[in-house]
């Protein structure tokens, strides 16, 4: 089936310091991509998504473009704050396996630490 | 507005009883699944269903059940819970997966 690899953490940083969190994919077909965000004692919340490729999603100063050449939808936001610690999963529409219809499949997810 | 809620927040159960996590959509999204999550293990799908009377397991689905008689409730189903269960359970729902999921604020459960 269709899977995602998602960048390990914890990641730590420094508030204003910028941020990427690493996701590539394999799929079958035309997925869309997306990022969710799950702050503490919460559930996961869509933080953005990409429908087809060289499409950039975006939403509260965080990017993320489907590349389909090399299979990666990786996060970036330029200046992190404290309010931005939380763990970050990375989904694709995929196929779970031969014949079935298309679920979200996620990623490990990436806790993010920022320090003041 | 059209919300997603999950009811309790908390349980705390004995090994063995049945137990019911309920989860409640005014989406009106056909699309329903509910997932385990674990430290080490991220997200699990335990079941789902695509619309009423239609159910389907998921990659953790033993010891677990869930019916389907309308499109707003999913309630899902520990037949006798076990030590194993003891997690923070998350139900979604979806118009498509196209467009992503909405998913619950979480039930702690805790299986003593």
């Known amino acids: 089936g269709d899977s995602v690899t998602q960048m390990e953490g914890p990641v730590t940083l420094s508030e204003e310091a910028f941020l990427t969190i690493n996701c590539t994919y394999t799929a079958t077909g035309y997925p869309s991509l997306f990022w969710y965000v799950q702050y503490p004692g919460e559930g996961l919340q869509l933080l953005l998504k990409a429908t087809k490729a060289d499409d950039k999603g975006s939403n509260k100063g965080f990017e993320a473009t489907y590349r389909k050449e090399t299979t990666s939808f990786h996060l970036e936001k330029g200046s992190v704050q404290v309010s931005d610690s939380a763990v970050y999963f990375c989904a694709l529409s995929g196929l779970v396996s031969s014949g079935s219809a298309r679920q979200l499949t996620f990623g490990s997810g990436t806790q993010l630490t920022v320090l003041p | 507005d059209a919300e997603i809620t999950q009811s309790p927040r908390h349980k705390i159960t004995e090994t063995g009883r049945q137990v019911t996590l309920a989860c409640h959509q005014t989406?009106?999204?056909?699309?329903m699944f509910w997932y385990r999550q674990d430290l080490g293990h991220g997200l699990r799908l335990i079941h789902y269903?695509?619309?009423?009377?239609?159910?389907n397991k998921g990659e953790v689905s033993d010891g677990y059940s869930v019916s389907r008689s309308n499109t707003e409730d999913l309630p899902l189903t520990l037949e006798s819970a076990a030590s194993s269960q003891t997690s923070v359970y998350f139900c979604a729902s979806s118009e498509s997966v196209y467009y992503g999921y909405t998913f619950g604020s979480g039930t702690r459960l805790t299986v003593v």
């Open positions: 989406w009106n999204h056909n699309n």
């Open positions: 269903s695509y619309g009423v009377h239609d159910t």
